[in-house]
C-alpha cells in the first residue's frame, strides 16, 4: 500500500480542492483562499500562486517576522457518482512566504515550508513527517485517475460488477446491490464500491501482483482482472 507520505503528496500534486486556512480568516470566502495552482519543490516546499491582492498574499506580506502561521487542507472527492463521494482529506501546516518576483504581473508566488502533515483516507488517517513528505513521490497514475475512473464508469460499467465474483464469500454481504462504481485507482490495484443504497455500501479492493509502472501496465492488469472475473 501507498505510504501516508505518498498519499498526502499525490492529494497535493493532484487536481483536487485546496484551501489556505488562515489565523483571522474564517469569514473569508472560500474561493479567496483557493490558491491558482499549486506545486512541491525539490525539498518540499510547496509552492501557491495566488491573485497580487488576494488575502493570504496581503497576510504574508504583513506578518510578523516574515512568516505566516497557516494550513493547506486539501479535498479529495470521488470523480464518479458514488455514495459518499469525499475520499479523504489531507493537511499541511507550515509557514507562509512571499516570493516576489517570481510570478507573472498580477500574480504572487507563496511558499509554504511544513512543519507538519496528516492524512485521513480510504486507507486510514496517519501523521504525515515533513522528511518524509519531502523524499515521497506521487503516485504515476495521479494525473490520469480522474479520467480513468469516468472511462472505467462509463464504457465498462458491466466488467466492473463482474469483479464481485472474484470476492468469494464476501460477496453475500454485497446483495442486494443497486450500483457499483470505481472509486479509486492507484498503481497498487483498483478500489470499487459497491451500493444497496446511500446509508449500505462496501467498498472492495483488488490488488495488483505488482505495482503498475503507468498507464500500459494498468491496461494489463485491468485486463487480467477483468477475464479472471469471467472465468
Do not use: K, N
Not at 506545486?39 to 495566488?50: Q, S, T
Not at 496517519?126 to 485517475?145: C, I, K, M, R, T
Amino acid at each position: 500500500m501507498p505510504s501516508a507520505a505518498e498519499r498526502t503528496r499525490t492529494l497535493v500534486q493532484s487536481t483536487c480542492s485546496a484551501v489556505l486556512l488562515i489565523p483571522g480568516a474564517e469569514r473569508l470566502r472560500l474561493e479567496q483562499l483557493t490558491p491558482e495552482a499549486r506545486a512541491v519543490g525539490p525539498d518540499g516546499e510547496i509552492f501557491l500562486l495566488f491573485p497580487a491582492d488576494a488575502p493570504p498574499v496581503r497576510a504574508a506580506t504583513h506578518a510578523q517576522d516574515d512568516e505566516l502561521p497557516v494550513v493547506l487542507e486539501l479535498t479529495d472527492v470521488a470523480p464518479v457518482s458514488v455514495p459518499h463521494r469525499i475520499r479523504g482529506r489531507a493537511w499541511v501546516a507550515g509557514w507562509l512566504t512571499c516570493l516576489p518576483g517570481v510570478a507573472e504581473p498580477g500574480r504572487m508566488m507563496l511558499r509554504l515550508e511544513a512543519y507538519e502533515a496528516s492524512v485521513d483516507d480510504l486507507w486510514g488517517a496517519s501523521e504525515v513527517d515533513p522528511e518524509e513528505f519531502a523524499a515521497a513521490s506521487p503516485d504515476p497514475l495521479h494525473a490520469h485517475e480522474t479520467e480513468l475512473l469516468q472511462h472505467l464508469h462509463a464504457a465498462h460499467g458491466e466488467q466492473v460488477r463482474e469483479l464481485s465474483t472474484l470476492l468469494g464469500e464476501r460477496s453475500a454481504a454485497l446483495v442486494p446491490t443497486r450500483d457499483v462504481a470505481p472509486l479509486a485507482l492507484d498503481r497498487f490495484g483498483l478500489r470499487i464500491r459497491f451500493s444497496a443504497g446511500p446509508h449500505h455500501c462496501f467498498d472492495a479492493r483488488f490488488d495488483f501482483p505488482e505495482p503498475v509502472r503507468d498507464v500500459g501496465g494498468l491496461r494489463r492488469e485491468l485486463h487480467r482482472l477483468f477475464d479472471a472475473a469471467r472465468s
